[in-house]
């Protein structure tokens, strides 16, 4: 629930900021002389750019979000009982060896989303976070019954 309203209270000040951005550079462009025109204009780029990219981060959340309490629902969700160090870090060689798990059953049936969801956390796990926000779309493109143009391709890590 915490983790919730913080993203909310996040969002809810971009949101405010990208507002104010953007009537600065309306006020720019009102100006009318070409100099605070075109400064403006790439100004007002700016919120709009934030506005996507926020919306973008919030809908792949939310489907990340739905998949993990359908997977739950299901009782397919792997349990985290990886190693970690003194400091709370997960153990490189207990992710190595979780991600080989996921990696080889994810080979074994490639249409399964629930497969792909969990290699996404075991990407997450093993710190390689690019990898796993793509295993992550390719799980949700499945679960929506499509299958998402940029496949993640051949699972490896490197």
Excluded: K
């Amino acid at each position: 629930m915490r983790d919730r309203l913080v993203l909310a209270l996040l969002s809810g000040a971009l949101l405010v900021y990208f507002g104010l951005v953007g009537h600065r550079g309306a006020l720019l462009v009102a100006e009318g002389t070409w100099v605070a025109v075109s400064l403006g204009l790439a100004v007002l780029v700016l919120p709009l750019l934030g506005t996507w990219f926020l919306w973008r981060s919030l809908r792949f959340v939310l489907a990340a979000n739905r998949l993990a309490r359908e997977l739950d629902a299901e009782g397919g969700l792997a349990v985290d009982d990886l190693a970690r160090t003194p400091s709370g870090r997960i153990d490189r060689a207990a992710a190595d060896a979780a991600f080989a798990a996921r990696r080889a059953e994810a080979e074994a049936r490639p249409e399964d989303w629930r497969c792909w969801f969990r290699l996404a956390v075991a990407y997450h796990d093993a710190g390689d976070t690019p990898r796993a926000r793509r295993a992550m779309q390719h799980a949700i493109g499945l679960r929506a019954g499509r299958r998402p143009a940029a496949s993640p391709g051949r699972v490896s890590r490197g």
